[in-house]
């Protein structure tokens, strides 16, 4: 290379049924910004498993990948470059993205309107301005939660989970969580959620009939499959369910359900599936990251991560593979540095 200085990011050479077999790490030479672009040196990037699980299948129907491409959506790190007519920043400043292409690579050279600011380079300000802010959008936007109202959330214990349980209890809601197993249960009852469901030993619809007759305001649900199910049995009169995911379904393999169609769940009781695509809702995204960064410096908002800790580029793979485990609890995040 001459002695250029270069950087290392995961690339997707083919297509493949997982990441890892799909995905290469690649070297390549550190570029100067040009007009209007920055560089910044990623500290963390976060992972979202499904997405790139689907992106290595190319399964996505939203995305139309030309191989090879780049990855990763979100990383957080700070500027070491500015370009001509950049005012916004300086070398020195966290800078966040959640732009894909830009997470899973140890620098990125891109124009500045990818990055937004954060008060530090940290893990917490990456999940907020990322994860946080698809939980607050989805919650107030698509969700439209008000003052005491009730809440569930599937995959409670999850990054996003966590993080709905808790801005739901903070706009003053009764929330159920769903989670499996008695540590991730205790942990989002932690939160302040009022109940929280073990699907692995209770029967999710059941407890929903029994203790909450007068329904479910607004269900987030990531999940699909039974719990979506027993969320759209349970729903409110004018209430609110949000499919802000598929988790269960990701094999894509065709079910047979033997059920009324969704128009006689919801017809009678005025009310509504609603997708959450937090892609489509970019003009909220800003005020959203503001409101999440001030509470999380007041100390109303707690971050937590998943137990497991994935290092260097190498350690993305790994962290893909613990959140499609099912056993990660909170956000999953990868140290680009060690």
């Keep these: 290379m001459g002695g250029q200085e270069t950087y290392r990011a995961i690339r997707l050479e083919r297509i493949a049924p997982s990441f890892r077999e799909g995905a290469d790490v690649v070297e390549l030479p550190v570029t100067e910004p040009a007009r209007g672009e920055i560089r910044v040196r990623n500290l963390h990037c976060g992972v979202n498993a499904i997405f790139d699980t689907q992106i290595a299948r190319n399964a996505v129907d939203y995305v139309k990948i030309a191989l090879p491409t780049f990855t990763g959506v979100e990383a957080i790190g700070v500027v070491e470059a500015v370009g001509e007519g950049v005012t916004g920043y300086a070398v020195g400043d966290a800078a966040v993205t959640v732009r894909f292409t830009g997470g899973y690579r140890e620098a990125n050279t891109a124009a500045v309107a990818n990055f937004a600011p954060a008060p530090a380079a940290t893990r917490e300000y990456l999940a907020l301005a990322s994860t946080g802010v698809s939980a607050l959008v989805a919650l107030e936007q698509i969700g439209e939660a008000r003052t005491g109202e009730t809440v569930a959330v599937s995959a409670a214990a999850g990054g996003l989970g966590h993080l709905l349980v808790q801005l739901a209890v903070l706009k003053g809601c009764r929330v159920i969580g769903v989670a499996g197993g008695a540590e991730k249960c205790a942990f989002v009852a932690s939160l302040g959620a009022e109940r929280v469901i073990d699907y692995r030993s209770e029967d999710v619809g059941a407890v929903l009939a029994a203790e909450y007759p007068g329904g479910i305001d607004v269900a987030i649900d990531t999940v699909s499959g039974t719990i979506f199910d027993a969320f759209l049995a349970n729903i409110a009169n004018h209430g609110r369910l949000v499919v802000g995911g598929a988790a269960a379904d990701l094999e894509g393999r065709p079910e047979v359900v033997t059920a009324p169609r969704i128009a006689h769940s919801i017809y009678y009781k005025g009310a ?24 999380y410096q007041d100390g109303k908002l707690r971050v937590t991560f998943d137990s497991q800790r994935n290092v260097g580029i190498e350690g993305i793979y790994d962290g893909i593979e613990r959140l499609l485990s099912g056993k990660s609890m909170g956000k999953v995040i990868v140290d680009l540095q060690s």
């Excluded at 509504?272 to 409101?291: C, E, I, Q, Y």
């Design 272 to 295: 509504s599936v609603r997708g959450f695509m937090n892609g489509l809702l970019t003009p909220h995204w800003d005020d959203a990251r503001k409101r999440l960064f001030r509470l």
